[in-house]
């Protein structure tokens, strides 16, 4: 049981460049987020997903596009990579209960760095 | 969701009880207080939630005050390996309309001294 997963671990972009964030997590979730953090900063929420073939804005979804093809997977596509763009990404998963709240279980995070 | 507000840093002696506080003055009847950790750039760590009643788990004891307007978290006897950036949320389930989204602050910064 791998929890969440995130490749690849660190990445450097030139400004322009595309690229794809992969999630991965093998605990049946239905829920799935990315977030972003900047130095210093707490985690803020990119987009969100609460099922296979669904996904939200979260709050700060510019630049990105999300894909959730396969339930276990969740997708982050940076388009064309903006040095501003330079943070570290988390996913994370989670399941609602019927009752009361759930925790969320976080990947170890994406590295990026765009020049 | 209600906003927290943390004290930006604190420091506590190995051994020792560290107690973290948090404001939620603006929380609703539906929410829930959430702690999560991050040691040193992790991604964040699930510890404790409550919503009325204090609660206690292997990690940590979260306090409540009757009003709900604020809450404790307690690490009993903190170690070295509990310095972390340590995040206060309030939010309802997700079971609503909320689906789960997590906003974080920017937390307190706790470092734990041999």
């Known amino acids: 049981n791998a929890g969440v997963t995130q490749t690849p671990k660190f990445r450097v972009l030139k400004t322009g460049q595309s690229m794809t964030l992969l999630c991965a997590q093998d605990?049946?979730?239905?829920?799935m987020y990315w977030y972003r953090q900047d130095p210093g900063m707490g985690l803020r929420l990119i987009h969100y997903?609460?099922?296979?073939?669904?996904?939200a804005k979260g709050e700060v979804p510019d630049g990105y596009n999300v894909s959730r093809l396969k339930k276990q997977n969740f997708l982050l596509g940076l388009e064309s990579a903006a040095p501003s763009q330079t943070s570290v990404y988390f996913c994370?998963?989670?399941?609602?209960?019927?009752?009361?709240?759930?925790?969320?279980?976080f990947g170890p995070g994406t590295r990026l760095l765009v020049l | 969701d209600a906003k927290t507000t943390q004290p930006p840093s604190m420091d506590c002696a190995e051994g020792r009880a560290a107690n973290l506080p948090c404001n939620h003055s603006?929380?609703?009847?539906?929410?829930?207080v959430y702690w999560y950790r991050q040691i040193h750039s992790q991604g964040p760590q699930y510890i404790i939630h409550g919503l009325k009643n204090n609660e206690t788990n292997e990690m940590a004891s979260l306090i409540i005050t009757e009003d709900r307007k604020s809450s404790t978290l307690i690490l009993p006897h903190a170690t070295l390996r509990d310095t972390a950036v340590y995040y206060c949320i309030v939010r309802p389930y997700a079971g609503g309309t909320s689906y789960g989204k997590l906003t974080f602050g920017q937390g307190t910064i706790l470092t734990v001294h041999p």
């Open positions: 603006t929380i609703s009847g539906n929410e829930y």
């Open positions: 997903s609460v099922g296979e073939g669904t996904t």
């Open positions: 994370a998963s989670t399941s609602p209960l019927r009752q009361g709240p759930e925790t969320q279980y």
């Open positions: 605990m049946n979730h239905e829920y």
